[in-house]
């Protein structure tokens, strides 16, 4: 019998996937709508209340997005206090939804990349992965890694689509 011989895994192609540069972590919403009167009115002096007596230490070490998902006047200081509060505890605190909240953290992990590994290399960009991987993240990957390879293409190498020839 012949043997079967995997010509991708010995062709000179480069497979990502993003799902590689995916940093653990737990991702979660600070809601400030708990802290506002009838969850539609900012009462200064019981906001700085809440915010002094809440244990902060829940948030240790996870990727928090601040936001306030009921429809509410809220002055811009309250989303600054919370993030004031969030900071020496958190790994990272964002304005914004958890959609917002996991495109920043892609934007910081595209921007530790070392490009210059896929130098004048073909790079097939997997899709399919584990992780919510935002989908501006795949465009900005691919933005970032034209300036060195050669060729990008997405999808899987049996069924590749062509994105970018450098010519």
Aim: net charge negative; glycine share 4%.
């Amino acid at each position: 019998m012949d043997e079967i011989i995997n010509r991708v895994e010995n062709s000179s192609l480069v497979q990502v996937s993003l799902d590689e540069f995916y940093p653990a972590g737990e991702r979660v919403l600070f809601d400030i709508k708990d802290f506002l009167k009838e969850e539609i009115i900012l009462v200064e002096k019981e906001f700085r209340a809440a915010v002094k007596v809440t244990d902060w230490s829940k948030f240790e070490g996870k990727y928090v997005g601040v936001t306030c998902s009921v429809d509410a006047i809220v002055p811009l200081w309250a989303f600054m206090l919370v993030a004031s509060q969030l900071e020496p505890v958190a790994k990272k605190v964002v304005f914004g939804t958890k959609e917002e909240l996991e495109k920043s953290i892609f934007n910081d992990v595209l921007s530790e990349i070392d490009f210059k590994q896929y130098q004048d290399k073909s790079v097939i960009v997997k899709g399919c992965g584990k992780y919510p991987i935002p989908e501006a993240s795949f465009v900005d990957f691919t933005v970032k890694l034209q300036a060195y390879a050669k060729n990008i293409m997405f999808g899987e190498a049996c069924s590749a689509v062509p994105l970018f020839k450098r010519k």
